[in-house]
C-alpha cells in the first residue's frame, strides 16, 4: 500500500524567511496531494491542495510542488510569521473515486518560527 | 459551518472494557472517517462509512467496529480495550469535494 514519508521531523526559520517542508511517496496512482496543518491544541485543518494533473499551485504565501517523477511533493512557505509556526502534515490519495478519499498521511514536520 | 464534533474529548478506560466514540456533523457530508493518531506518528485510517457502507482497512478490521445510525453520526466501537489503543482518534468528513474536515480528537488513555 501507499506509504508517504515526512523525513523532516523538526524545522526552524526566522520570521520571514522561507520553509519549505518535503514528502515522499510510494504509489503510482496516488492523484491527490493534500496539506493539513495542526496548531498547538487543535486538531487538523486542510491548508492547500495538488493534483497530478498539475506540477504547481500556489496560494497566497503558499505553494505546493509536485514531481511525479521522483514521487515528491513539497510544500514551500513564503516570509513566513510566527502564526505559521505548527505541525504540518502532508497526505496522498487514490482520489474520491475508487479510493473513495483514503488519505495516508506522513508523520508530520513541526515548524518553529522564531521571531 | 464545517465543524465536526467528537465526544467526549478525554477518555479512560480499563484494559478488557468496552470503547464507544462518537462522532458527529451538520453538514450533510456522505463519508465519514476514523483515524487514529500516536504521537510521533502519521494519523492512520481505521475505517470510514459512505453513506450507509461501512470500509474497514485490512490491518484494523477485527480490532475496531463502527456504525452510523443515521448521516449526522458514527460512532467508533473497542469491543475489549488494549493499553495499544491509548491514541487520539479523530473524527472526519467530506462530501464532493476531497477536503476532509477534522474534528478535534478523542484522547484515549487505557489503564
Known amino acids: 500500500g501507499e506509504k508517504v514519508e515526512q523525513h523532516q521531523s523538526t524545522l526552524s526559520v526566522r520570521e520571514g524567511d522561507s520553509a519549505v517542508i518535503n514528502c515522499t511517496y510510494t504509489?503510482?496512482?496516488?492523484?491527490?496531494f493534500p496539506w493539513y496543518k495542526q496548531e498547538a491544541g487543535k486538531s487538523l485543518h486542510f491548508v492547500i491542495d495538488?493534483?497530478?494533473?498539475?506540477d504547481r499551485k500556489q496560494s497566497q504565501r503558499l505553494t505546493v510542488l509536485l514531481d511525479k517523477k521522483a514521487k515528491r511533493f513539497s510544500l514551500h512557505i513564503t516570509a513566513t510569521q510566527p502564526e505559521d509556526s505548527a505541525i504540518y502534515f502532508c497526505a496522498a490519495s487514490r482520489g474520491r473515486g475508487s479510493a473513495l478519499g483514503r488519505l495516508h498521511f506522513g508523520a508530520g514536520t513541526q515548524l518553529i518560527v522564531i521571531p | 459551518d464545517t465543524t465536526v464534533k467528537q465526544n467526549p474529548r478525554y477518555k479512560l478506560a480499563r484494559v478488557g472494557k468496552p470503547v464507544n466514540l462518537i462522532c458527529s456533523q451538520t453538514m450533510n457530508h456522505d463519508t465519514m472517517y476514523w483515524y487514529q493518531k500516536k504521537p510521533n506518528q502519521a494519523p492512520k485510517l481505521l475505517l470510514f462509512y459512505y453513506d450507509k457502507i461501512l470500509n474497514r482497512e485490512a490491518d484494523t478490521f477485527e480490532k475496531f467496529q463502527s456504525s452510523r445510525p443515521n448521516n449526522s453520526f458514527c460512532s467508533l466501537y473497542i469491543g475489549s480495550a488494549g493499553l495499544e489503543y491509548s491514541a487520539m482518534y479523530l473524527c472526519a468528513s467530506r462530501t464532493g469535494g476531497d477536503t476532509q474536515y477534522f474534528g478535534p480528537g478523542t484522547r484515549l488513555l487505557v489503564l
Open positions: 495538488i493534483r497530478s494533473n498539475v
Open positions: 504509489d503510482t496512482a496516488s492523484s491527490y
